[in-house]
């Protein structure tokens, strides 16, 4: 079926340095999500993204975070300057309609480290 | 506090035998659920979803909810080696109107040949 991919897959970076997680949603869809998962602990939801704005985030969703799509490119969740504290599983999810009810595909997740 | 509990955290089922998997909301803002398939490394997977009162049944897995109190269950028959992964309940936000989902922890499941 249609996938959701995420680069990189891995990525290590020192602490107070400026990430860019890069995820290509699948091509139709028009709404895309940012999860965070910490090992041993729940996804949690960041940021939903439609139209060029951000149209919800969570208390996860620190000043320091930003996503963007430019020109319909890669869906960016940049974190700058990034702290211990971001050191988790990146999920990135699209889907094709909004609503409660609307089916999500999610890409494998990118696992971010911050020394 | 989470606002989806899973139980139990693990489950070890013989092949061929049948898992029951839990699941439930403490918040009555959540709306629809769904339950998502993980293997290690890889993308969470919709399995099934449930927005109405009932049972939904495809193939080898069923599903209940009771929206009353607010609970699923996934059960599945036959199991199989494949079906090892961590399984995932997730409940929409009724107050999102794009959508926002609230995971539980998960059960991770071993079927044993």
């Known amino acids: 079926g249609p996938k959701v991919l995420q680069i990189p897959s891995h990525q290590i970076i020192d602490m107070g340095q400026m990430v860019t997680l890069n995820c290509d949603p699948v091509?139709?869809?028009?709404?895309f999500y940012w999860y965070k998962q910490i090992l041993g602990q729940q996804m949690e939801f960041l940021v939903n993204?439609?139209?060029?704005?951000?149209?919800?985030k969570s208390k996860l969703f620190k000043d320091q975070f930003s996503v963007e799509r430019p020109d319909g490119s890669y869906f960016t969740l940049k974190i700058q300057p990034t702290a211990l504290e971001d050191s988790a599983v990146y999920f990135c999810?699209?889907?094709?309609?909004?609503?409660?009810?609307?089916?999500?595909?999610f890409g494998s997740g990118t696992r971010l480290l911050v020394i | 506090q989470q606002k989806v509990q899973q139980s139990p955290e693990s489950l070890i089922v013989p092949e061929g035998g049948m898992a029951s998997l839990n699941c439930t909301s403490s918040?009555?803002?959540?709306?629809y659920f769904w339950w998502y398939r993980q293997h290690s490394g890889k993308s969470p997977k919709m399995l099934m979803?449930?927005?109405?009162?009932g049972e939904k049944e495809e193939g080898r897995f069923t599903v209940h909810l009771n929206k009353a109190s607010l609970h699923t269950s996934l059960h599945i028959r036959d199991s199989q080696p494949s079906d090892s992964a961590l399984y995932l309940c997730?409940?929409?936000?009724?107050?999102?109107?794009?959508?926002?989902?609230?995971f539980g922890a998960g059960t991770q499941l071993i079927v044993i040949p």
């Open positions: 999810a699209s889907s094709p309609r909004q609503g409660a009810n609307s089916d999500y595909t």
């Open positions: 979803s449930i927005f109405s009162n």
């Open positions: 993204f439609y139209n060029g704005k951000v149209m919800e």
């Open positions: 918040d009555r803002n959540v709306d």
């Open positions: 997730a409940a929409s936000d009724r107050g999102s109107a794009l959508g926002r989902l609230h």
């Open positions: 091509s139709n869809h028009l709404y």
